[in-house]
């Protein structure tokens, strides 16, 4: 059965999608915990990253600098961290996230009902950032 990242890549569940290319995909979360946070998601379905191919391995790093220079750009944090934890959805996956403090890398701090146009207005200035 496909993930539910799957079923964003392939369109059959609404995404905010950012980037893509032929091996990885790049959207907004749901569940926010800061405006910018975004996953970056191999297009194989792979739930730990220890067991992806080296190739893309590789490929979904070098994804998530692009996308992460974007929210850089964007949003001029400290840093952009990058997270690799993945317990909610079984397929691997890097949080991008722009921070001016490590204490703001905490999920209990994610937003669960986040502004709809709040989220368009992101992904739009990611997408131009991108582009």
Do not use: C, Y
């Amino acid at each position: 059965m496909p993930t539910v990242f799957t079923r964003i890549m392939n369109r059959e569940l609404p995404g905010r999608i950012v980037h893509e290319d032929a091996r990885n995909v790049a959207f907004l979360t749901i569940a926010p915990i800061k405006p910018g946070h975004t996953l970056v998601v191999p297009r194989l379905e792979i739930e730990h990253w220890i067991d992806l191919p080296d190739e893309a391995s590789a490929s979904l790093w070098a994804t998530a600098a692009v996308v992460g220079r974007a929210i850089d750009t964007v949003f001029r944090p400290a840093k952009v961290g990058a997270m690799l934890l993945g317990l909610e959805v079984p397929h691997v996956h890097i949080h991008l996230l722009p921070i001016d403090s490590e204490n703001e890398a905490d999920f209990r701090l994610a937003d669960q009902q986040p502004d709809p146009a709040q989220l368009d207005d992101v992904a739009e200035r990611i997408r131009r950032a991108l582009a």
